[in-house]
């Protein structure tokens, strides 16, 4: 369980403090998938950073299971835009980089092998990011994360450097690796369609300085067909008026 309260967050520059999150409130049970949307500078990327323990100047606490954040303790997962690969390290090292960080070794089990057959990456495991395309880099961010069976997993726009087609495959992915191990998800995006294709709960952010909206009970979330459900168009609509109302 994570849970937020009253989560400000201040950034000190030459030209005063900005006021980047205003009393953020989250409760999150376990197993949950949630997205959050909101415009550019809203402190997305933010969030995200005290969630992974990277940003620790905070006011409000943020518990996971009661405890405060501390990567030491927790594993926590972490997808960015710039897939975050090891341009030296082969496919194969790249999956086993977090297990190998976190226990000093790392072997394939069998939820391993399964999850890069999965994604369709068991058969670059001896190549090199740069002899990649970047949904298949995207991909192998993807297997490192889930590897690592997360208690947190957390996604900064992971998905918004590729073109319309990759972006929807990896989605599919994504989806399928999650429910075959349903972590505990934040997943920032600022496409209302990847929030409603991704989302059990989507949480809205007001333009900056970023506060909770609302946050939506996905009816979309896991429906077949989904973008060609009235419910789905109805949703889209609701969540533009959300967050053109700001
Ligand atoms: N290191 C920093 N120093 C000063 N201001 C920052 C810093 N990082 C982000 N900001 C500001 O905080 C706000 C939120 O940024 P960010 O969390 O990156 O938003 P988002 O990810 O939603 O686009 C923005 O106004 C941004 O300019
Ligand atoms: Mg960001």
């Not at 939820?111 to 949904?135: A, N, T, V």
């Not at 999650?178 to 990847?194: G, K, L, R, Y």
Request: overall charge neutral.
């Amino acid at each position: 369980m994570i849970t937020v309260r009253d989560l400000s967050v201040k950034y000190k520059s030459r030209s005063g403090e900005i006021l980047a999150l205003n009393k953020v409130n989250i409760a999150m049970d376990s197993r949950e998938l949630y997205t959050v949307i909101g415009p550019s500078g809203c402190g997305k990327s933010t969030l995200l950073h005290v969630l992974s323990g990277i940003l620790t100047d905070f006011e409000g606490s943020v518990l996971i299971d009661g405890k405060g954040i501390n990567p030491r303790n927790q594993r926590i997962g972490l997808v960015l835009q710039n897939y975050g690969l090891l341009p030296w390290k082969t496919v194969y090292q790249n999956v086993m980089l977090g297990l190998k960080i976190k226990q000093g070794h790392a072997v394939l089990d069998d939820y391993g092998g399964y999850l890069l057959k999965q994604l369709g990456i068991d058969d670059l495991l001896h190549r090199y990011p740069k002899e990649l395309s970047g949904g298949q880099q995207q991909r192998v961010a993807l297997a490192r994360a889930f590897i690592l069976k997360p208690d947190l997993l957390l996604m900064d726009e992971p998905f918004s450097a590729l073109d319309a087609i990759t972006r929807e495959e990896v989605q599919e992915l994504f989806l399928k690796a999650w429910q075959q191990n349903p972590v505990n998800t934040v997943f920032v995006t600022h496409s209302v369609d990847e929030a409603l294709y991704l989302g059990r709960k989507i949480a809205v952010f007001s333009p900056s300085p970023g506060r909770i909206l609302e946050v939506v009970d996905n009816p979309c979330f896991n429906q077949d067909n989904l973008r060609s459900r009235n419910d789905y168009v109805e949703m889209s609509i609701y969540l533009r008026n959300l967050l053109s109302r700001g």
